[in-house]
């Protein structure tokens, strides 16, 4: 308990650790207050606190702590994008998309800090995190296409289906070239095996001249147990590939 008082912050901070990890439930708030009255910097004794507390899966607490440090230096970006992460593993959503906005709004590039933001949570096992920023940026970009399909797959990763198919009709409508567009789609929802989803999609690009979605087409031909059209398309792209300068 003595070291929580230390001085030099790093000794100070493994000593919160430990007693922490030496009970399974949660911290005591007087090895907190110990920890704090102690610090010189309570900005960065918080957000390390918080990062503590956010390990254990005490989400509240870490938010509720971030939230404090964020009152005394307002300026700071990266907090908020912490504090968004953890609204989110906390179930409040709102509260999250408002941290990652906060954020964006000390940036000088703010549609990049929703799609960074999106990029660095995109493998969390939660994917509403990655939602939330994609939506965002797409709201300042809203015809980036590579964004529009990773936004689709992330809410097919959260069962958000009909979200996910809004999303392609989306990437499909202001597409300069549509067929390209639903290529990209059919390829992503092969890939996710939503043959249902993508069978509109083979079926308007069916007479397509391009190899690779003849192939892609066959390929969902044979998951939707269409064997001949599956051939068909099969060998329209070996034909293709073949000869492809031929209209």
Do not use: C, M
């Not at 009909?162 to 059919?186: F, G, K, M």
Request: no cysteine; hydrophobic share 50%; glycine share 2%.
């Amino acid at each position: 308990a003595s070291l929580l008082a230390s001085p030099n912050h790093s000794r100070a901070l493994s000593a919160l650790t430990l007693a922490a990890s030496a009970s399974s439930e949660a911290p005591d708030d007087a090895l907190f207050s110990r920890f704090f009255e102690a610090r010189t910097d309570r900005y960065r004794a918080l957000l390390d606190a918080a990062l503590l507390l956010s390990d254990r899966g005490d989400f509240a607490k870490a938010a509720e702590l971030l939230r404090e440090a964020l009152s005394l230096l307002t300026d700071e970006a990266t907090p908020y994008e912490r504090l968004a992460e953890i609204e989110f593993l906390s179930d409040d959503p709102a509260a999250a998309a408002d941290a990652i906005r906060q954020a964006a709004l000390r940036r000088p590039d703010r549609a990049e800090t929703f799609l960074r933001f999106a990029n660095q949570t995109a493998q969390s096992p939660d994917p509403r995190p990655a939602i939330a920023a994609l939506s965002l940026y797409l709201q300042a970009s809203p015809r980036d296409q590579s964004a529009l399909l990773d936004l689709a797959r992330l809410q097919v990763f959260a069962a958000l289906d009909a979200d996910a198919d809004a999303t392609l009709a989306r990437l499909v409508e202001q597409s300069d070239d549509p067929d390209t567009a639903r290529a990209a789609a059919l390829d992503l929802l092969i890939s996710l095996q939503r043959w249902d989803a993508a069978a509109p999609l083979a079926d308007a690009l069916q007479s397509s001249p391009s190899p690779a979605v003849r192939l892609a087409v066959g390929t969902l031909r044979l998951a939707q147990g269409r064997d001949a059209d599956a051939i068909d398309a099969f060998e329209a792209a070996i034909e293709r590939s073949a000869h492809p300068l031929e209209d």
